[in-house]
Structures are given as structure tokens and as C-alpha cells.
């Protein structure tokens, strides 16, 4: 229940961020060009809010609603979320949305979009500066990588080392490197004391997506740093450094494997242990806690192998954080395309997916970078040419300044209600897909 609470806390703080940039990029603009900005919400109000306020001599009511699906300004003169009809149906006014230069109607669209993007740069610079940049070499990596099924399929093999894809070297096992391999045509690795060339099927990215297991990890022995105070190693009688051999005669080579183990039994059960401490190898019964673990910490892999620590300074984190933000954002339009696909809509996730990746315990440094890169994630589903989103408003408004013409207003209706049914379809179907892992 803690690790629950945990990782919600972040999902609400890091969205709620999101949320407040996104639309402050929107009232910015408007308020720039003079439009009157009638709503800032963060969550969205239907029939009541929670908290509401609107300043003296200010035509702007700022709130927090119940539903908390995201957030909005609503901008005089606008078809928006709001669907006011009737503000439509009267004469235009100097300080409406619909009043203004096509220009100026783009810039306050893309301003939210901006400063999303320009927020997750920001967050980059600053994470570079705070805790610069750490990293495991693959040459460092001496026990190699342990792999997923798909992967053994395609010819990897326990303890292989990646050293290039497509003859481009390979640096760390990160999203950047599994990109790299699964688009490569060739990857090198080293296996024992061997070059091993390994061709890399067409489908591969694919059956990754599909499997939901991954690629790889780095091959770390389970061995046990800590014990968490009343779990079940605890009473088993386990201490630290004692090396897991096996669970219930399942092999433990790995940290990976231990999860994997465990997935097959409920909380409560009780799992024979194969360990080998100062006492050598002997079998325990350990009780399996509420998250389905053992009740240890194993010792982290930056106690396993020499990490690189590569520290930078304000000035210097500048171009490193920045150039990290747009290599987010393109692994990410680059990984877009597997949306269209049967697999990729099946790994479609929605809150609970996104929940899941904070960490289970309280760390800053990945609250900050999961926060990045939900925020680049944002400002790039938002500029999709979608009605409903920022990114169907610009393509109306584009088509605007090409032909000189306005769209009806009967058709930015219909527009905005399909997008918005659109919108609600796929949030049904994300959400719909974390319900049914969870069954599974």
C-alpha cells in the first residue's frame, strides 16, 4: 500500500506541473495579444469545483476541479472544451480569441506546447547540473546482459555484450542503445571471448512491444544488502550477503529473475530458497509480502560495476541538457509509429502504466527525469493534428492563413466533438488495457 501511495503521490505532483505549464502557456500568449482569458483550471469542473477563486478587478476564475483528466483555460471567443454555444452566437468582440490575426490565434495555440517542451529542457539542464550524468560502460559490464525471449529468439545469448549496431558503438544499456539494435540491421556483441554477428529480424521492435518484456538487463547476481525489518527473510533467517541460488528450484542467476519467479505465486505463499551465505548452500521457506517480494534489497548494480560519473558545470549543462531533450523527443516521434500497429495499441497504457514507472521509493533525481519526459510526451501528443487538441486547432488555423478562409463554426463544433469523443475512445481503451493486466 505504501509503494502504491508513493508512486501516485509523483504521478499526481509531476502531471499537476504538467498541467499548470501547459495551460500558463496558453494564458501567456492571450494575455499578450490582449484576449480575454475567462477559466484557468487545473482538473477539469463539470457541475462543481473543489477550490475556486477570481481576483478583484480579474475577468480570469482560477480553480482546481474533480475530474482529474488534466486541466484548461478556457479563452473568450474560443471553441474549446467548454463548448459555449452561446458566447459563439454573439457579435465578436475586440478582446475575443476569434477577433484576432490568424498569427496571433497560432501563437496562443502552440504556446502551451512550448512551454512543456521548453519545461522539459529546462528539467534536463538542471538534472545534468544537480546530479550530472551516470552511466555503465558496456565494457565494465563483465557478466554481461541478461535477455528477454524475444531476444534469445532472435540469437542473443545469456552473458552477451552488445559492442555495435549496424558498426556503430554502442555506449550504455539505455533507450538510445535498444533503439539502436532493434533497427540495426547487425549487431556485434561479445560472447565469452568471441565476436558474435547476430541478424536482427525486421519485426523486432515489434514482437519487444508485443512481449512486454523488454530486451535486456544488465546480468547482476541476487545478493542480499539489506532486509526489510518484519518480511519474510527476515524470519527465514536470512542475512546480508547471502547470494539467492534458486526459488522453488527455478534458477536466480540474475536479479531480473527473481521478479519473473515471483509473478507465478500470490502474497502470502511461502517459496522454498536456495541460498548460499557463510554457512554455504541450504534451502529456507520465506513468505512471500503484499508486493510479491521476498522481504530483501539486493545489492544495487553500481555496487556490481564501475559507473562512469560525468559531472558538468551551470554553463556546460546547458547544451548537454538540451541536446537531451530533443534526443527524447525524437526516440519518441521515432518510436510513435509502433501506435499504428496490433502490437503497440495492445501496449497501449493509461494511468496505472504510467504510475508504475516512478519509483517505488522516493528519489528526486528520477521524479525529475520521469517528469521530462511525460512532459516532452505531452507537448508532442498535443501538437497531433487532432480537433481537441492543440494540434487540430493549429491545422484549421493553418488552413486558414493558406486559403483565407475561416472554417464555419458549425464545423469547428462538429470538429471539436469528434475529437473529443476520439480522445475519450483511446483513454478508454489505455486505461481499459492497464485493467486487463492487472486480471492477467
Known amino acids: 500500500m505504501e509503494t502504491f501511495l508513493i508512486k501516485a503521490l509523483q504521478l499526481i505532483m509531476s502531471l499537476s506541473l504538467l498541467v499548470i505549464v501547459h495551460e500558463f502557456g496558453h494564458f501567456l500568449f492571450a494575455r499578450i495579444f490582449k484576449v480575454r482569458v475567462e477559466k484557468f483550471y487545473l482538473f477539469f469542473n463539470p457541475w462543481f469545483s473543489l477550490f475556486k477563486f477570481k481576483p478583484k478587478n480579474s475577468d480570469t476564475e482560477y480553480g482546481i476541479g474533480w475530474l482529474p483528466l488534466g486541466g484548461y ?20 468582440q475586440p478582446w475575443e480569441f476569434r477577433s484576432k490575426p490568424a498569427w496571433q490565434r ?76 532493434c533497427e540495426a540491421k547487425e549487431v556485434k556483441v561479445l560472447r565469452e571471448k568471441d565476436t558474435v554477428s547476430i541478424a536482427i529480424p525486421e519485426d523486432f521492435m515489434l514482437k519487444i512491444v508485443a512481449s512486454q518484456e523488454g530486451f535486456a538487463s544488465y546480468r547482476v547476481k541476487p545478493i542480499v544488502a539489506e532486509l526489510v525489518k518484519g ?35 500470490e502474497a502470502g505463499d511461502s517459496v522454498n530458497v536456495c541460498i548460499k551465505g557463510s554457512n554455504g548452500i541450504e534451502f529456507v521457506k520465506v513468505k512471500i509480502d ?3 517480494k521476498l522481504g530483501v534489497m539486493l545489492k544495487p548494480i553500481t555496487e556490481v560495476y564501475s559507473p562512469v560519473v560525468e559531472k558538468y558545470s551551470f554553463f556546460e549543462s546547458i547544451p548537454v541538457g538540451i541536446k537531451q531533450g530533443f534526443e527524447t523527443l525524437s526516440g519518441y516521434v521515432s518510436d510513435f509509429k509502433y501506435i499504428f500497429t496490433k502490437e503497440g495499441a495492445a501496449s497501449l497504457g493509461g494511468f496505472g502504466t504510467i504510475g508504475s514507472i516512478f519509483p517505488a521509493t522516493w528519489n528526486w533525481e528520477a521524479f525529475w527525469n520521469m517528469t521530462a519526459f511525460l512532459s516532452i510526451i505531452l507537448a508532442f501528443m498535443n501538437i497531433l493534428p487532432i ?27 462538429y470538429a471539436q466533438t469528434a475529437g473529443m469523443i476520439f480522445l475519450l475512445l483511446l483513454l478508454i481503451v489505455a486505461n481499459g488495457n492497464d485493467i486487463i493486466r492487472l486480471f492477467k
Open 73 to 92: 483555460v478556457k479563452i473568450a471567443g474560443m471553441i474549446d472544451e467548454s463548448m459555449d454555444k452561446e458566447q459563439m452566437k454573439q457579435p465578436e
Open 106 to 181: 497560432l501563437l496562443i495555440m502552440v504556446g502551451g506546447v512550448m512551454f512543456n517542451f521548453i519545461l522539459a529542457l529546462f528539467i534536463y539542464i538542471m538534472i545534468t547540473f544537480t546530479w550530472g550524468k551516470t552511466y555503465i560502460p558496456m565494457q565494465n559490464v563483465t557478466n554481461g546482459l541478461s535477455y528477454s525471449n524475444v531476444a534469445w529468439d532472435a540469437g542473443f545469448q545469456e552473458g552477451d555484450i552488445p559492442l555495435s549496431a549496424d558498426g556503430v558503438e554502442l555506449k550504455a544499456l539505455d533507450g538510445k542503445t535498444v533503439r539502436a539494435i
Open 231 to 265: 518480511g519474510g527473510a527476515e524470519a527465514a533467517g536470512i542475512k546480508p550477503g547471502t547470494e539467492i541460488l534458486s526459488i522453488n528450484y527455478k534458477l536466480t542467476s540474475d536479479v531480473s529473475k527473481i521478479s519473473k519467479v515471483l509473478d507465478r505465486y
Open 290 to 292: 503484499e508486493n510479491k
Open 387 to 413: 480537433p481537441a487538441l492543440d494540434g487540430g486547432h493549429v491545422l484549421f488555423l493553418l488552413y486558414e492563413v493558406i486559403t483565407r478562409r475561416k472554417p464555419s463554426e458549425k464545423f469547428m463544433e
